[in-house]
């Protein structure tokens, strides 16, 4: 049906085509490349890509601060003869660990939140996502970003080290520290990603979130630090700090036995070590799990 534009008197041409509604004959990728693109569009706005300016500040000047000693012990290996390395593989993680709980309180909750407040959330499940799959393209980009400040500088020290020749010797002592590294650095990354996103599941706001995170990272720590200075407290108390837990997993990774932090002195098995970081996790991740499939989603 074809129509002359009102008020041109059929002389310009216009026409109005009704066409009614037509089934889409395009490609349909999936839900596979639903997911890839998810995470790619929230690893960008982690990073502050493709936004205003002000929104990089805070990601590029952690990456900056992070790399930075890295760079600095490489280049001092180069001008100092020495035969072994600055700091250890532990030590440079401990440095950057502050850093990334930075990161975590001041950038990681905005996605989730973001997406809720905006409405974006209903829009995403309308397509091939569900809550599940819109979960875990957040979780894979936020844990994206937090790999290239956890793992990327030790794998840069680990390689400057080498060519400095105070590295680990041989193929077979790059490959354990490498593969130590990605262990190490994969569980920070996956840990803390978990807490941000729980805490970001029951916030409503980015500056609200950060809060909660750090208090539930270091209110607990604080208090079992203070039990820990009695000496009649039991060890397995280190399972109630979930901020020193992942740094803990840490140095056992890198063959360290025993925790020793200023007056406080005490010993856990590192099978415990691990489990109680996972089951921190576990924990972190089920709250957004609940969160999201009890959520009421407007559209």
């Not at 290239?148 to 010797?169: A, E, K, M, W």
């Not at 992942?246 to 098995?269: H, K, M, N, T, Y």
């Amino acid at each position: 049906m074809t129509s002359p534009v009102a008020g041109t008197g059929g002389s310009s041409g216009a026409r109005i085509l009704d066409r009614r509604y037509q089934r889409y004959t395009g490609p349909r990728k999936g839900q596979s490349h639903a997911i890839r693109r998810l995470a790619l569009h929230a690893f960008q706005r982690f990073l502050g890509l493709r936004r205003p300016g002000k929104y990089k500040i805070v990601p590029f000047a952690i990456g900056i601060i992070c790399y930075l000693p890295t760079i600095v012990f490489i280049g001092l290996a180069a001008l100092v003869p020495i035969d072994n390395e600055f700091v250890s593989y532990a030590q440079l993680f401990g440095i950057i660990g502050a850093v990334v709980g930075l990161f975590v309180v001041t950038t990681g909750p905005g996605g989730l939140i973001a997406d809720r407040n905006s409405k974006s959330l209903s829009l995403y499940l309308a397509s091939p996502l569900n809550r599940n799959t819109y979960l875990l393209a957040h979780f894979v980009a936020l844990a994206g970003t937090l790999a290239l400040v956890t793992v990327g500088p030790t794998l840069l020290y680990l390689i400057g080290s080498v060519l400095q020749g105070i590295g680990p010797d041989g193929v077979g002592g790059f490959a354990s520290a490498a593969g130590k590294i990605l262990l190490a650095g994969g569980s920070i990354a996956t840990y803390f990603t978990a807490a941000t996103m729980a805490v970001a599941a029951i916030s409503n706001r980015a500056a609200q979130a950060g809060v909660i995170l750090f208090l539930a990272l270091s209110v607990p720590d604080a208090l079992v630090g203070a039990a820990l200075l009695n000496s009649n407290a039991p060890d397995a108390l280190l399972l109630l700090a979930p901020g020193t837990l992942p740094d803990e997993l840490v140095r056992r990774i890198f063959g360290s036995d025993g925790v020793v932090q200023g007056p406080i002195s005490f010993d856990l098995a590192t099978p415990w070590v691990a489990l109680g970081t996972l089951a921190w996790a576990l924990v972190a991740l089920a709250v957004v799990w609940y969160r999201y499939h009890r959520l009421d989603i407007s559209r």
